[in-house]
């Protein structure tokens, strides 16, 4: 079964700090890994999706970044966090996906708050 | 935009009544979804409708989709005080990719 892991789970950074963010996935191959930002109340705000190791595509300017250097592991960045990066971050996998789309599978999340 | 919007933004029910959240959207669509997300969790899915769908149950829950209003209801029948969490519809167009609306948030007072 499908399991993904998100680490910290919640961090406290002050503005202006990098940040590094893993999420990694077991269970599947080659699998869809999409970013989500969830602001308090908000719904969800897709920051980032890949379809392939070094396949980034981003959905919304913004001081971050992410990466997949290896098939199952998906890294969301920045070099500088500002007090608007703070917020819920989900990692997702699609599962399922045929000619229809598939659903979203989603880790933990990781809480972030900026000083 | 594909994104949903969900309707009411806040429900307040006594356990054993039925809950009604509504979404609806701007543009055509593949695949319609419900997810559930508990406090400070991550969201679960709990049904995907094919935009050539109508209806599709699961337990308690029964999804149903008007393509022609844009529009889509999840109804949960006979619910439970762990029914409380926040529901969200995200539709799905030409990319596949799904756009989430903000949510109604269920509480199911025991």
């Known amino acids: 079964s499908q399991t993904i892991h998100q680490w910290p789970a919640t961090l406290v950074q002050p503005v202006g700090s990098p940040l590094s963010l893993e999420c990694t996935v077991e269970?599947?191959?080659?699998?869809?890994l999409y970013w989500y930002r969830q602001a308090a109340g908000r719904g969800l705000q897709l920051l980032f999706y890949?379809?392939?190791?070094?396949?980034i595509s981003s959905e919304v300017p913004q001081n971050l970044s992410a990466s997949r250097p290896q098939d199952r592991q998906f890294i969301l960045s920045s070099k500088k966090l500002l007090l608007s990066d703070s917020g819920f971050y989900l990692c997702a996998m699609e599962i399922g996906a045929g000619l229809d789309g598939g659903e979203q599978f989603f880790g933990p999340g990781t809480r972030l708050t900026v000083l | 935009s594909q994104q949903g919007e969900e309707d009411p933004q806040a429900l307040s029910i006594q356990e054993g009544e039925n809950a009604t959240m509504n979404c609806s959207y701007k543009?055509?669509?593949?695949?319609l979804q419900w997810y559930r997300q508990n406090s400070g969790r991550g969201l679960v899915h709990l049904i995907l409708?094919?935009?050539?769908?109508r209806e599709k149950h699961s337990g308690r829950l029964r999804v149903t989709l008007d393509t022609s209003k844009k529009s889509s209801s999840l109804l949960i029948t006979a619910s439970r005080a762990a029914d409380t969490a926040s529901y969200f519809c995200?539709?799905?167009?030409?990319?596949?990719?799904?756009?989430f609306g903000r949510g109604t948030s269920l509480i199911v007072h025991p």
């Open positions: 409708i094919r935009s050539n769908e």
């Open positions: 269970g599947t191959s080659n699998p869809n």
């Open positions: 995200a539709t799905a167009g030409g990319s596949y990719i799904p756009t």
């Open positions: 890949s379809v392939g190791i070094g396949q």
């Open positions: 543009t055509s669509i593949n695949n």
